[in-house]
Nanobody, 119 residues
């Protein structure tokens, strides 16, 4: 099992910044990819950014150039630095990890953290 604890959400004005953290515990040596997703009211959950074990990073087009995902393997923590925030970024942000137990793939999710950007 892998457990995730998120922190760092809050209320910020448009143009401001926030940094989200996702701390992993448990069977951390089996973690492969890590990612941030978000879900706004009435919308489907979408991928914001991901980083795999090899360091390959992907971003949603809407956040490219504004958000930066990073991973500190020594602290078992993933971060999402969000700059130049827009009201459209308002959502609950979820941390996700893909991990393996033998040949079986699992997903774990954090509890979510609210990000609200006011105009």
């Amino acid at each position: 099992q892998v457990q995730l604890v998120e922190s760092g959400g809050g209320l910020v004005q448009a143009g401001g910044s926030l940094r989200l953290s996702c701390a992993a515990s448990g069977n951390i040596f089996s973690i492969d990819a890590m990612g941030w997703y978000r879900q706004a009211p009435g919308k489907q959950r979408e991928l914001v950014a991901s980083i795999n074990r090899g360091g390959t990073i992907n971003y949603a087009y809407s956040v490219k150039g504004r958000f930066t995902v990073s991973r500190d393997n020594a602290k078992n923590t993933m971060y999402l630095q969000m700059n130049s925030l827009k009201p459209d970024d308002t959502a609950v942000y979820y941390c996700n990890v893909v991990w393996w137990l033998g040949s079986v793939r699992y997903d774990s999710w954090g509890q979510g953290t609210q990000v609200t950007v006011s105009s």
